[in-house]
């Protein structure tokens, strides 16, 4: 299994997906340019990455005008093939608004900008804490969606606190039903607002993003 | 001929809006204390060359829908002037 991290004008969060997946998780890596269309190179297996940050300036809404970059439309071809599309923070947004996810993320509800470790857990109860850095990190979507949601046991991960209790305290940004991380039906597309990319390295005090990392690429199945 | 369409982005009615909520507390504290809500949206304005008003409507009605406005979080009104 090879990656692919796709570079937008304004991404910031990409030199640190490629050195989470090289250097703390052992992966081929190739860095794509958003002017570039060629993803020949990639088969159903590998992943491609949007990486966070703010893609051309984050004008109009965030994620808005990279959906229309010659790089995601291949992106989005890849996606419908069945290959793996994980995006982080911005890259979440860009997902959204390419209708590969439901629903879209809004300002926060407390207006500000959040950038601190959270507490996330999975369908299995298991407790990670990872950071969180986004201003426009409010998960939603219609009452009907959610439920789809939860009912085909798409939502990969929700805001907690520490003991694992998903509380409106330990929600950073107002999400509905504390959603920090869904898939696709298919379980092929994934987007998560937290960064486990930047909590793969020991240096760093914080290994919880490998655990988020090998969940999502090399268990046998997503866990649902 | 060209025209100029408007287009009004406004953020769904049942939605929080922060931007609005912010604002509002800087309406109170100028002592405008009638101000009972503030939703804040986008205007744009799109120059298009077209041969009739419906036809340079129609192109900002697709500007609208597939990428000024989001129709998950936003409602939109296209008028030209």
Redesign the interface.
């Known amino acids: 299994m090879k990656f692919g991290v796709v570079v937008f004008p304004g991404s910031n969060c990409d030199r640190d997906m490629q050195d989470a997946l090289e250097q703390d998780l052992g992966q081929k890596v190739l860095m794509l340019w958003h002017k570039d269309k060629d993803l020949s190179m990639f088969s159903t297996d590998d992943c491609i990455v949007l990486p966070g940050g703010f893609s051309y300036g984050d004008y ?2 965030c994620g ?1 005008i990279a959906r ?1 970059s010659p790089m995601m439309q291949s992106v989005i071809e890849f996606a419908q093939n069945g290959g793996k599309v994980l995006g982080i923070c911005n890259g979440f947004q860009i997902l ?2 390419s209708g590969l996810l439901p ?2 993320l ?6 500000q900008f959040a950038c601190k470790n959270v507490f996330l857990k999975d369908a299995r109860n298991e407790v990670y804490k990872i950071p969180v850095a986004h201003g426009e990190g409010r998960y ?2 219609t009452e009907d969606i959610l439920n789809g949601l939860e009912e085909n046991h798409q939502i990969l991960y929700l805001y907690c606190d520490e003991s694992g209790h998903v509380t409106e305290a330990a929600n950073p940004n ?1 999400s509905m039903r504390n959603i920090a991380g869904i898939c696709n039906t298919e379980r092929n597309i994934y987007g998560l607002m937290p960064h486990p990319e930047r909590a793969c390295s020991s240096i760093l005090g914080n290994v919880d993003g490998r655990k988020i990392m090998h969940q999502l690429f090399f268990a046998e199945s997503l866990v649902s | 001929m060209s025209f100029t369409v408007q287009i009004k982005v406004m953020p769904l009615k049942d939605l929080l809006d922060p931007q609005g909520k912010a604002v509002m507390g800087g309406l109170k504290n100028l002592g405008l204390n009638g101000v009972e809500d503030v939703r804040i949206g986008k205007n744009i304005d799109l120059r298009i060359n077209a041969s009739t008003e419906d036809e340079a409507k129609q192109i900002g009605e697709e500007a609208a829908r597939k990428l000024l406005a989001n129709p998950v979080m936003e409602i939109y009104e296209v008028t030209v002037h």
């Not at chain 1, 809004?106 to 207006?111: I, M, P």
């Open positions: 109009l809404r808005a229309f959204c608004e629903g879209a809004l300002r926060n509800s407390h207006q939603f979507a107002g």
